[in-house]
């Protein structure tokens, strides 16, 4: 079965800090990965995606970067956290069609 | 552009209660169009997806949805809801790609004991 593990559970960072967000997953080899970002009480907007490693599309950037350095990994960060970078951050993962969400982060920038 | 309206951002309903959420889409190629129910705090759970085919399809935790070309539509519905069933629900559709999904707004169901 697969399994998908987003890092840190939750962040508060102030504004101008470096930000990284981790995302693995397990049991699925070659996936096509995702980043979404949801603001509180708000819809998903999705950021970036990535089907291969070292290649990641990016659909909305909001100042914000993605790298995937490995099969099963895909990170999102900036060098430069704004206030309206709040909210969370979910990773997934795709097979035949469907999108598969990790548990997501939460992030709080002050 | 393909977009996603979900016109009912809050539906109220008693626990055995029949309730029916509603979405339409618009975009006039192939489309492929789902359902994800959200918990308070936690990430997207997986409900039902239709691409071709038999218009009802069956999900999970006895929710079904149709599909409707002539309507634009793919309203998920459930017999019988439990408290648990309290949750947002959202509809998603991907056209071309399957790797740009949009979103819709999103329906907060409440479902009183």
């Known amino acids: 079965a697969q399994t998908i593990h987003q890092w840190p559970v939750a962040e508060i960072k102030a504004v101008g800090s470096p930000l990284s967000l981790g995302c693995t997953i397990k049991?699925?080899?070659?996936?096509?990965l995702y980043w979404y970002w949801q603001a509180t009480g708000g819809t998903l907007q999705q950021l970036f995606y990535?089907?291969?490693?070292?290649?990641v599309e990016s659909v909305v950037q909001l100042n914000l970067s993605a790298s995937r350095p490995k099969d099963d990994q895909f990170i999102l960060s900036t060098e430069k956290l704004l206030l309206s970078h709040s909210g969370f951050y979910l990773c997934?993962?795709?097979?035949?069609?469907?999108?598969?969400f990790g548990p997501g982060t939460r992030l709080l920038v002050l | 552009t393909q977009t996603v309206s979900q016109s009912d951002a809050h539906v109220t309903v008693f626990e055995g209660d029949s309730v029916e959420l509603r979405c339409n889409y618009s975009?006039?190629?192939?489309?492929?169009l789902s359902w994800y129910i959200q918990h308070h705090g936690r990430g997207l759970q997986f409900l039902l997806k239709?691409?071709?085919?038999?218009?009802v399809v069956q999900g999970v935790n006895g929710f079904e949805a149709e599909f409707s070309k002539s309507d634009s539509s793919f309203h998920l519905r459930k017999a019988s809801v439990h408290w648990s069933d309290s949750a947002v629900y959202f509809c998603?559709?991907?056209?071309?790609?399957?790797?740009?999904?949009?979103f819709g707004a999103g329906t907060r169901l409440a479902v009183c004991p």
């Open positions: 997934a993962w795709s097979s035949q069609d469907t999108q598969y």
């Open positions: 049991g699925k080899s070659s996936p096509n």
């Open positions: 990535s089907i291969t490693v070292g290649q």
């Open positions: 975009y006039g190629g192939s489309i492929y």
């Open positions: 239709y691409y071709s085919g038999n218009p």
């Open positions: 998603a559709v991907a056209s071309g790609s399957f790797n740009k999904l949009t």
